[in-house]
Structure formats: C-alpha cells, structure tokens
Nanobody, 122 residues
Framework: QVQLVESGGDLVQAGGSLRLSCAAS????????MGWYRQAPGKQRELVAV???????KYADSVKGRFTISRDNAKNSVYLQMGSLKSEDTAVYYC????????????????WGQGTQVTVSS
C-alpha cells in the first residue's frame, strides 16, 4: 500500500516563508514525477510545481521566482520551499506522485497525499 504524507503547512504572515515536505512510503519499484498542487476555497485544484525523477522542474506562472521544488530520491521525498508568500497562496497543498509499482509493468498511477493547509495572513 502506497501512501504520501505531507507536512509543513502553517499560518504565516505575508512576505514570509514556509517549507512543505512529502514522503512516499510502502512497496513500489520507483517514483517518476512528483509535484505539488493546491486548492483554494471555491476554486479548482491547480498545479503549483512538478519535478521529474531527473530533476527537471516546471512551475505555475504565479509562483515562479518565489517557490522552489526539490526532491530527495533516496528518501522518496519531495519538498516545496515557498517564499515571499502572498494572501493568494492560501490553500490546501497536495502532494502528488506518479509511482511505478512493478518493474515488470510500465504503469505509474498517480497518488495523492491528504493535504496540508497553508494560510497566509495579510
């Protein structure tokens, strides 16, 4: 059984910083893309940042230059360093990972964490 567990959400003042962490556990062969999504009240879930197993990254325009995604393959973990936070960054942040379960099957379903709340006060 594969699980993603996030941590690091908190209440922070505008202009502040926060670091989110997400670790995958369970039995699997490898992890492909890992990413962070967020969902604000009344809005659809949106991509924040994604990182491939090789370290290539992609960011939403709204967070470019402020957020940095990274991963530690040895720890099956992904991180999101958030800086210059704005009130519009307030949302539940979800970790996502494309996890290949078996070496013999080229299939990597997506898994989601339970979400962690980030609240930015202005």
């Amino acid at each position: 059984q594969v699980q993603l567990v996030e941590s690091g959400g908190d209440l922070v003042q505008a202009g502040g910083s926060l670091r989110l962490s997400c670790a995958a556990s369970g039995t699997f062969f490898s992890i492909n893309d890992m990413g962070w999504y967020r969902q604000a009240p009344g809005k659809q879930r949106e991509l924040v940042a994604v990182i491939t197993s090789g370290g290539s990254t992609k960011y939403a325009d709204s967070v470019k230059g402020r957020f940095t995604i990274s991963r530690d393959n040895a720890k099956n973990s992904v991180y999101l360093q958030m800086g210059s936070l704005k009130s519009e960054d307030t949302a539940v942040y979800y970790c996502n990972a494309q996890i290949r379960l078996y070496s013999s099957i080229d299939w990597s379903p997506g898994y989601w964490g339970q979400g962690t709340q980030v609240t930015v006060s202005s």
